[in-house]
C-alpha cells in the first residue's frame, strides 16, 4: 500500500473560527500549500514581504506531503501571494494572533494505492473496529522528523545543558534523505564548525542569518546563538521531545490497562506504537473518557495507572519531572503541561469505492474521509485500517526509489513520493479484474503468482537478483507483460530516451537536407 503518491492525495481542510474586528491589527487568510510544510510556507512569505519573525502566526501544523488549507494571520501588513504551491485568499481581521483554539476540526480525504484485493478483504472490518474503539491518540512519524534525519532530540541537549551540541545538530547535520539547498548548507557548517565569517556559496544559508550574527559577534555563546531561531520552531523543538514522552507514556499506560492478547505493535518513526483490537466495556469506557499528560515540572496525575506509567518512562530516560526545564533560558525554552485525549474516534468516516490504480497498474485504489478533532493525526486512522500490513520505508528503501522512477499508465516516467510511502506484502499483478464496491469481478486472466514475503532484514541470500517480474524492494513493480529491464546498458524509452531520439532525427534531418544542396551554396 502506498498514500500521497501525488499531493492530490492527501487532502485537509481546517474548520475554522476567528472573531473579526475590521480594525485588527492582524490580516487573516485561508493558505492552500502543497510539497511544503507550514514551517517553510511562512518562511517563503516573510521572506517575499520582509516581515520580522514572528510576525505570522497559524492554528496548527500541516503535513508537508499533501494538499492542505490551514489559516494563517500576518501581523500588520497586507499580503498576496498566488504561487502554483503556495496561495493565499483574504478573509478579513481580527485582533489576536491565530492558535490552536481557532480551529474546530479537520477533514480528510486519502487516497489509498497499490492495493490488492487481500489489502480490500478486511477493511470493513477495520472500520468498524475504529467506529466501536476510536484510535489511540498517538503522535505519528511527522512529528520526529528530527529522528528521520539525523538530529535526534534537540531538547534533551538543552535538558543537559549542552547547548552547541542543540545547535550543532540544528544547523551542521547534513539529513541524508533531504536533497534540498538546505542540507547543503548544514553539510558546509558541519565541515566549517567554529569558521563563522566563512562564505556560505548557497543561497538558502539567509534562513540563518541572525544566528550567524549573534555567533561572529558573541563566538562560543552557542545559547543566545540558539535563541536566535524562530519562536515557534523553538518551541516545537521542545514539543517534540514531549511527544515522544506521551507516545511511550501511553503505550505503557495501555498494558498496564489491557491484556496482551488485546495489543498488536505498529512501528513507526520513534519507535513502536500499540494499539488495541479489543477491550471490555468499563476498559473501552475509561479510555474514551481519559486524558494523558504532555510532561512538564508542575504536572500532576490523579489516577494511579497515569502515575505509574509516567514513571516508567521518565525512569527509562533517567528523568525526573523536575528536569523537564533549561535553567539557563526558562522563560523562552520550557515545557507546558497539557491534557491530551488518548483516544480519538474519527467521526464521518467513509470508505469510497474501490477503483483501479491508476498509478500502479495491476492494483486498487480507495478514497477514504473523515474528520479528526484539532491535534490528531489522519495517517494514524490510515495504518489502523491496514494495519495488516502497513510497513513504513525504509531510508534505504527510499534512497532506492529516487533512482527508480517508473512508467504509468500513459507512460510517462515518475518518481514516487517517499517522503511518506508505506508498504505491505505484495502481490505480484496481473490482469486487473473489473470492481464494483468491494467485491472484485471475475479475472480475466490466470493472476501472476503471488511474491513470497520477506520479513525483517535482508540476509544475504536475499539480495541475491529477483526473479523475472517478482517485486524489488523501494521499487513499485509493473505487471510481468509490461516490466522492462532499467539497467543502464538497456535504457528504457523513457522521457530522456524520447528526447535523445527527436535530437538524432533532427539531426539526421539537417545532414540530409545540407547533403541536397547545391556545391555553389555549400562553398559559401
Known amino acids: 500500500m502506498r498514500i500521497k503518491q501525488k499531493p492530490e492525495d492527501f487532502s485537509v481542510k481546517e474548520s475554522y473560527r476567528f472573531d473579526e474586528v475590521p480594525s485588527g491589527r492582524h490580516r487573516v487568510y485561508l493558505m492552500d500549500k502543497q510539497k511544503l510544510s507550514t514551517f517553510d510556507a511562512a518562511d517563503r512569505i516573510r521572506d517575499a514581504f520582509g516581515l ?33 504551491d503556495l496561495r493565499l485568499k483574504y478573509l478579513g481581521r481580527t485582533d489576536q494572533p491565530l492558535s490552536a483554539a481557532n480551529i474546530t476540526s479537520n ?44 538530529q535526534g532530540f534537540i531538547a534533551k541537549d538543552l535538558i543537559r545543558g549542552d547547548f552547541e551540541a542543540a545547535l550543532r545538530n540544528y544547523l551542521a547535520q547534513p539529513s541524508e534523505l533531504d536533497r534540498s539547498e538546505d542540507a547543503k548548507v548544514k553539510a558546509f557548517w558541519r565541515e566549517n564548525w567554529g569558521r563563522w565569517d566563512a562564505r556560505v556559496p548557497f543561497e538558502g544559508s539567509r534562513k540563518y542569518h541572525r544566528i550567524l550574527k549573534s555567533l561572529r559577534e558573541h563566538p562560543g555563546d552557542y545559547l543566545r546563538a540558539f535563541l536566535q531561531i524562530d519562536a515557534s520552531y523553538r518551541a516545537m523543538l521542545l514539543f517534540t521531545y514531549q511527544s515522544y514522552l506521551w507516545n511511550e507514556g501511553v503505550r505503557r499506560y495501555l498494558q498496564l490497562l489491557l491484556p496482551r492478547e488485546n495489543l498488536f505493535p505498529l512501528k513507526y518513526q520513534a519507535g513502536t506504537l500499540l494499539f488495541h483490537r479489543d477491550a471490555e466495556l468499563e476498559v473501552l469506557e475509561t479510555l474514551r473518557a481519559s486524558t494523558f499528560p504532555l510532561l512538564a515540572p508542575d504536572s500532576t496525575f490523579e489516577d ?4 505509574q506509567a509516567v514513571d516508567w518512562v521518565l525512569g527509562r530516560e533517567k528523568l525526573k519531572l523536575e ?53 490528531a493525526y ?55 479484474p473489473p470492481v464494483s464496491g468491494f467485491k472484485a469481478g471475475p479475472k480475466a486472466g490466470k ?12 540476509t544475504a541470500a536475499r539480495r541475491s537478483p529477483a526473479p523475472e517480474g517478482a517485486p524489488t524492494p523501494g521499487r513499485r513493480t509493473q505487471p510481468r507483460e509490461a516490466a522492462q529491464d532499467h539497467r543502464p546498458s538497456q535504457p528504457s524509452a523513457g522521457f530522456l530516451e524520447r528526447q535523445r531520439q527527436k535530437k538524432d532525427a533532427k539531426d539526421q534531418a539537417r545532414r540530409e537536407q545540407a547533403a541536397k544542396r547545391p556545391e555553389s551554396r555549400k562553398k559559401k
Open 304 to 307: 494511579p495507572k497515569v502515575k
Open 107 to 150: 477533514r480528510f480525504a486519502v487516497t489509498v494505492r497499490m492495493l490488492t484485493e487481500e489489502s480490500i478483504g478486511p477493511l470493513n472490518l477495520a472500520a468498524a473496529e475504529i467506529n466501536r474503539l476510536g484510535v489511540v491518540n498517538y503522535f505519528d512519524s511527522q512529528r520526529f522528523g528530527s529522528l528521520k534525519h539525523g
Open 447 to 458: 493472476a501472476a503468482p503471488k511474491a513470497a514475503p520477506t520479513a525483517g532484514r535482508p
Open 52 to 84: 520580522r519573525p514572528g510576525s505570522i502566526s497559524y492554528c496548527g501544523l500541516k503535513d508537508k506531503q499533501g494538499r492542505t488549507e490551514q489559516l494563517i494571520a500576518v501581523d500588520g501588513a497586507d499580503v498576496d501571494m498566488q504561487d502554483p
Open 378 to 432: 489522519a495517517t494514524l486512522v490510515v495504518k489502523r485500517l491496514f494495519h495488516f500490513e502497513y510497513a513504513e520505508d525504509s531510508a534505504q528503501q527510499i534512497r532506492e526509489s529516487w533512482r527508480a522512477p517508473v512508467e504509468d499508465q500513459d507512460g510517462e516516467r515518475e518518481s514516487g513520493d517517499t517522503a511518506f510511502a508505506p508498504r505491505g506484502p505484495r502481490k505480484a499483478p496481473g490482469p486487473t
Open 323 to 375: 528536569d523537564l526545564r533549561v535553567e539557563e533560558a526558562r522563560r523562552m525554552l520550557f515545557f507546558k503541561h497539557e491534557e491530551r485525549p488518548t483516544v480519538v474516534i474519527p467521526h464521518k468516516l467513509v470508505i469510497g469505492r474501490v477503483q483501479n490504480d491508476d498509478l500502479n497498474r495491476g492494483y486498487l485504489k480507495v478514497n477514504i474521509a473523515f474528520t479528526l478533532p484539532p491535534g
